[in-house]
């Protein structure tokens, strides 16, 4: 006996089956590609943004710096010229004062050094033929008004003097006195008025207000 077995629906069943899955994968594939395209899409804004921010700053920067640059440069400028300015004003008048020591110095006194180791702070070597002759200088200086203190550091024979002395010859010795003198210093006197001044000034008018 023959029995007749049709199978066409089977392999229409079938068929259908891979079409749908082939279908599912695609649109999956799709989808992922537009996901994917729309997240580079919006990094790439996204860094585009950024890097014109960057820009937008470093420009800021560029400004600031050459801003303080200028800035800094006219600070200077103006600091030397008030450095300059103050430094002019606040000379010491050294002329009197070694007008002064010239004209009290003994007949056979001499000048040897004369050197500023401060504002009003001097060290000076002279040249004597006694001892006796450097006390007497030192007491004229101290006596004077333009000098506040004086020290007498130092009275050595000079022995340049005597080594080209001829030996034979009899010729006194000659003594270097060393002095450190404090000058009065008129420009301190000045600024300290003005302070009081200015405080006298800044009270009247606190009594005033009040």
């Known amino acids: 006996m023959l029995v007749d077995i049709n199978l066409l629906p089977e392999k229409e069943k079938e068929r259908s089956t891979l079409l749908i899955a082939a ?13 994917l395209f729309m997240l580079s899409t919006i990094l790439a804004k996204e860094t585009a943004t950024l890097e014109q921010q960057l820009i937008v700053l470093q420009q800021s920067q560029e400004e600031i710096r ?31 004062l070694l007008h002064e020591l010239i004209n009290v110095l003994p007949e056979r006194g001499f000048f040897q050094t004369f050197d500023f180791t401060g504002p009003n702070l001097a060290t000076v070597v002279v040249q004597f033929d006694t001892k006796t ?26 022995n340049e003097t005597t080594e080209e002395t001829n030996p034979s010859t009899d ?10 003198i404090l000058f009065t210093d008129q420009r301190i006197a000045v600024e300290g008025t003005a302070g009081v001044d200015e405080a006298e000034s800044s009270d009247e008018g606190d009594d005033t207000g009040d």
């Open 23 to 35: 279908l599912a994968i695609l649109g999956a594939a799709v989808l992922v590609w537009v996901v």
């Open 66 to 96: 050459s801003e303080l640059q200028q800035t800094e440069s006219g600070d200077e400028k103006k600091m030397l010229a008030s450095t300059v300015d103050w430094a002019e004003d606040y000379q010491f008048d050294t002329v009197p």
């Open 133 to 158: 002759d450097s006390a007497y200088y030192y007491t004229r200086l101290k006596s004077s008004q333009s000098i506040s203190e004086i020290h007498l550091d130092s009275v050595k024979v000079n």
């Open 171 to 180: 010729v006194l010795p000659r003594y270097l006195a060393t002095y450190s």
